[in-house]
């Protein structure tokens, strides 16, 4: 069967596709037929050996999928599902943990449903657990045009959150609204931006999936007893850092949120979010996909996604 594979730890250029040995069926495992993989940005550091997680090259690259069912894992044959699977799911089949796998509904197609285990489940994470969102507060997205931050918007969107998307250009924005944020402005001017939307109170959390040089403006968007959730370091700027008098001053908070971690420690934890999401899909949460690739075309998928290009998920077809 072919498999999108990490042979070299050059990058996503040098992503190619191999023919690989078929999963048998295992006990205690489902089988699953890969119909589409969700491109994560793990994917990106994974392919440059900057992954927390290691693996030896060859290695197959995924870490989102959807598909149906073949056997095992309690599942019905033929049952449409999304799962998680770290890497490894860029290939035809794949045999899966089944507390990583969920049954999706017919109206969210296998391209959309390869946007959720990742991005949605990170986003729930990020925003239930660790921010620890209310009805009725108010969300700051950056990067809320990428895959994760419109999954940030839905969730907090079904959380009965108030959200402003912050993104680049009038494109970008348009996408934020479409997502279903109640504002979508600019990155030059957030600070007062949000500071106006909000009545002069400022933002109860801010979701930031970018760093670098915004983050202290960030800070400042917070109201009294505010959080500012770490999500990643999209910013070419890279890590930033923070004076803490200001949290001290100011009854605010800095949050990291390492989802991939969290679940790693808590077996079962991703059939709790689940839960949570469930009532979601097709409602507050619609994945918007963005664009979609070949198998042949991950590493340029990959590449699209590491220089921002992305609008909305990204997501390769296993399948032609």
Not at 126 to 147: C, S
Request: proline share 6%; glycine share 14%.
């Amino acid at each position: 069967m072919r498999a999108a594979q990490v042979v070299t730890l050059t990058g996503p250029a040098d992503v190619v596709v191999n023919d690989v040995p078929a999963p048998e069926p295992e006990d205690g495992k489902v089988l699953i037929r890969v119909e589409a993989v969700g491109v994560a940005f793990p994917d990106l550091l994974l392919s440059r050996g900057e992954y927390q997680m290691k693996p030896e090259p060859p290695f197959t690259v995924g870490a989102g999928l959807a598909g149906t069912v073949i056997s095992g894992g309690g599942f019905e044959p033929g049952t449409r599902v999304c799962g998680c699977t770290g890497w490894g799911g860029a290939q035809e089949q794949v045999l899966a943990d089944p507390s990583c796998v969920f049954p999706i509904p017919d109206s969210i197609t296998f391209e959309q449903a390869a946007a959720i285990p990742m991005n949605y489940l990170t986003a729930d994470f990020a925003l239930f657990e660790r921010g620890g969102l209310q009805p009725g507060e108010t969300v700051l997205v950056h990067g809320a045009a990428g895959g994760l931050g419109t999954a940030v918007i839905q969730v907090a969107k079904g959380m009965g959150a108030t959200v402003i998307g912050v993104a680049s250009t009038e494109e970008k924005r348009a996408l934020v609204l479409e997502c279903g944020a109640d504002h979508a402005i600019g990155l030059e001017g957030f600070k007062d931006a949000a500071r106006e939307l909000t009545g002069g109170r400022g933002v109860d959390v801010v979701a930031d999936i970018v760093g670098g040089d915004i983050f202290t403006d960030s800070l400042r968007c917070l109201a009294r007893q505010g959080r500012l959730i770490v999500l990643g370091f999209a910013a070419q700027q890279g890590i930033p850092s923070v004076k803490v008098n200001r949290l001290l001053f100011t009854n605010t908070d800095i949050r990291g949120a390492a989802w991939g971690e969290y679940w790693m420690a808590n077996p079962g934890y991703m059939q709790e979010q689940w839960k949570r999401l469930e009532p979601m899909l097709g409602v507050a949460v619609q994945p918007p996909v963005g664009r979609t690739y070949s198998l042949a075309e991950t590493g340029q998928a990959l590449d699209d996604m590491d220089q921002r290009r992305a609008l909305g998920k990204l997501v390769v077809r296993v399948r032609d």
